[in-house]
């Protein structure tokens, strides 16, 4: 463990130094030097992973393409940056400048025309702040729907106005002017003139505070006021449970003076209470003990990952536009956490009395990683097809297999020999009897699909309100950048379903249904599904994306984080179970 966080250190000293050794260690300048700039991707505004290269569409680029060369964060996000076109030198204004004259063929013209009326924007980096624009606009009659009798114009002038702080640049901003147009509306050759200008703009903003301004958007008071009221919906919730709870416990302290008050009606209520009944049975391990030992152990390292995650968030590694940076931690971290899911499903698997080792380890370490790797596989095969930057390199995908082999094989055998050798006994509190007490017949409601909805609705309502921001921000171009509210409401998600399913385990051991193990993890994990019921309301109704590659990029990956989120609940939700059965079953006189 603490290599592990010696490693995370590590980490985070290597997020945090990425933007100071980025081609301008200091962002300091001199009239004249040239300042690095960057062209990224271009693609549709509301499909955020339909992102093409730059020069893939036909505007004016030098002979040799110079590449910049990225970190494996950088082209996990899609980033693929090339210098760009235009020369800005830093205190040198520039009235409309050529770049170059060029001949646009029908095929070109009808590249840009699509990219038009597609919404395509650009993005590009100068001097590591980012930069977007539209490359035209077009006009149809109000009463038109139609696009394709658009009128399309493509913007052929960028005037870029550049604010400095003494030697240091501030912002960047782009505007374009609308009559430096060209009409692309016909299928004919257009001879286009491509400039740009720029108009540099003095301004008192010291450099430290240069980005704040991406990370306001979210804390407007407007917003702030969203958030707040989110987090006290939450907190209403947590009390309403906690108090149910209490009762609850209060409920079995009360039948357990029973032993010491022989009271009538005191009797009488012990008959009623049918989880003592059962006590023979409740610790009776689960079906399929290897299955359920390797989601705990993955369930767990789940968990680890995304307190790390917030950690290194709460620090302000994540800061607006350290491109990549969450990538490469997610990779990293997940890789040097397997030793803990190896671990944790090696030692409970046999202190349930497990036997198959291997099987263990390979349950382990293919469990949410092998649903990973086939969705990766066929939406990196689509975006090959659609000649995306969505599309991982073959060396990127060389470098993350040898990840894998190298660091995390090694961990997850090194975690399941010492959970193996823990040596740990499970502490049932009852032994267990030889043969299984029946069930009696059930309700529909006290079924398992039935418990699984009641269960994931109430977390799910406590988040639903911060699920738009998050998807906004992972699937749009809004920034997320509270990340303390973030990390509040997820400590609220974790109380209540671990609050909820205790509740239920009750309910369901006082129908003298001993079946709960696995009843417990599947009732934590099905807020994950509420969660992907979500992606679908946002889809539809709150997002603009379409085509077949946003779409499938967004099912696909969102049904990865969903598992995983069912697995990191469900984890929970049964170590909740767990504590709390443990403790009432302690105060029974077993035989």
């Given at each position: 463990m603490t290599c592990l966080v010696s490693a995370i250190v590590i980490l985070c000293c290597f997020c945090c130094i990425n933007y100071v050794t980025s081609d301008a260690s200091d962002h300091r300048y001199k009239e004249g030097d040239f300042v690095p700039f960057y062209a990224n991707k271009v693609g549709p505004f509301h499909n955020p992973s339909e992102t093409y290269r730059y020069f893939d569409l036909?505007?004016?680029?030098?002979?040799?393409?110079?590449?910049?060369?990225?970190?494996?964060?950088?082209?996990?996000?899609g980033d693929r940056l090339v210098v760009a076109p235009y020369k800005l030198?830093?205190?040198?204004?520039?009235?409309?400048?050529?770049?170059?004259q060029k001949m646009l063929t029908r095929k070109e013209v009808a590249q840009f025309r699509h990219a038009v009326l597609k919404d395509y924007f650009y993005q590009m980096y100068y001097d590591d702040l980012p930069i977007w624009g539209f490359l035209g606009r077009f006009e149809t009659d109000e009463k038109d729907v139609d696009t394709n009798e658009a009128t399309v114009y493509l913007f052929r002038n960028v005037h870029f106005e550049i604010l400095y702080n003494n030697d240091r640049i501030i912002d960047v901003f782009v505007k374009n002017d609308p009559n430096a147009v060209v009409d692309l509306t016909e299928d004919r050759e257009?001879?286009?003139?491509?400039?740009?200008?720029?108009?540099?703009?003095?301004?008192?903003?010291?450099?430290?505070?240069?980005?704040?301004?991406?990370?306001?958007?979210?804390?407007?008071?407007?917003?702030?006021?969203?958030?707040?009221?989110?987090?006290?919906?939450?907190?209403?919730?947590?009390?309403?449970?906690?108090?149910f709870l209490a009762m609850i416990l209060m409920r079995v302290l009360k039948n357990d003076f029973v032993k010491f008050t022989p009271d009538e009606e005191a009797l009488d209520d012990q008959e009623e209470t049918g989880w003592k009944y059962i006590h023979g049975d409740v610790f009776r391990y689960p079906r399929f003990k290897s299955l359920f030992a390797a989601a705990l152990g993955t369930g767990t390292q789940l968990f680890t990952l995304v307190i790390f995650i917030f950690m290194l968030a709460l620090v302000g590694v994540f800061y607006p536009y350290n491109r990549g940076a969450l990538f490469t931690a997610l990779v990293v971290i997940y890789a040097l956490t397997s030793g803990i899911a190896s671990y944790s499903a090696?030692?409970?698997?046999?202190?349930?009395?497990?036997?198959?080792?291997?099987?263990?380890?390979?349950?382990?370490?293919?469990?949410?990683?092998?649903?990973?790797?086939?969705?990766?596989?066929?939406?990196?095969?689509?975006?090959?097809?659609?000649?995306?930057?969505?599309?991982?390199?073959?060396?990127?995908?060389?470098?993350?297999?040898?990840?894998?082999?190298l660091v995390t094989s090694p961990l997850l055998v090194l975690g399941g020999i010492a959970g193996k050798n823990s040596q740990s006994e499970f502490q049932a509190p009852c032994r267990t009897?030889?043969?299984?007490?029946?069930?009696?017949?059930?309700?529909?409601?006290?079924?398992?699909?039935?418990?699984?909805?009641?269960?994931?609705?109430?977390?799910?309502?406590?988040?639903?309100?911060?699920?738009?921001?998050?998807?906004?921000?992972?699937?749009?171009?809004?920034?997320?950048?509270?990340?303390?509210?973030?990390?509040?409401?997820?400590?609220?998600?974790?109380?209540?379903?671990?609050?909820?399913?205790?509740?239920l385990t009750y309910f369901q051991l006082a129908a003298e249904d001993h079946e709960w193990w696995w009843r417990s993890f599947l009732c934590g994990g099905s807020t994950g599904l509420f969660i992907y019921g979500?992606?679908?309301?946002?889809?539809?109704?709150r997002s603009d994306m379409s085509g077949f590659m946003q779409t499938s990029f967004f099912f696909g990956y969102m049904a990865c984080i969903c598992y995983g989120f069912f697995l990191m609940l469900g984890t929970v939700s049964f170590r909740a179970s767990l504590i709390f059965v443990r403790h009432i079953y302690r105060s029974l006189k077993c035989e």
């Open positions: 036909p505007f004016c680029s030098p002979e040799n393409v110079e590449e910049k060369k990225e970190d494996l964060g950088e082209v996990l996000n030198e830093f205190l040198i204004d520039k009235k409309p400048e050529s770049i170059c257009v001879n286009v003139d491509f400039t740009y200008s720029v108009k540099w703009i003095e301004t008192d903003i010291p450099f430290e505070k240069r980005l704040e301004k991406y990370s306001q958007t979210s804390s407007l008071s407007h917003h702030l006021e969203i958030h707040w009221f989110s987090i006290i919906n939450s907190c209403v919730t947590v009390l309403l449970l906690t108090g090696a030692s409970f698997y046999y202190m349930i009395e497990g036997k198959n080792w291997v099987k263990i380890l390979v349950l382990t370490g293919s469990l949410f990683s092998g649903p990973l790797f086939f969705t990766f596989s066929f939406l990196n095969t689509v975006a090959v097809a659609y000649n995306s930057t969505a599309a991982l390199p073959f060396g990127t995908i060389v470098v993350i297999f040898l990840i894998w082999t009897n030889k043969y299984p007490r029946e069930i009696p017949k059930l309700p529909w409601y006290r079924k398992t699909l039935a418990q699984m909805a009641m269960a994931g609705f109430l977390p799910f309502s406590a988040i639903f309100i911060e699920l738009y921001y998050i998807f906004a921000s992972v699937w749009g171009h809004q920034i997320y950048t509270i990340y303390s509210i973030l990390f509040i409401v997820f400590i609220i998600l974790l109380i209540v379903t671990a609050f909820g399913n205790v509740a979500y992606c679908m309301f946002f889809y539809h109704a």
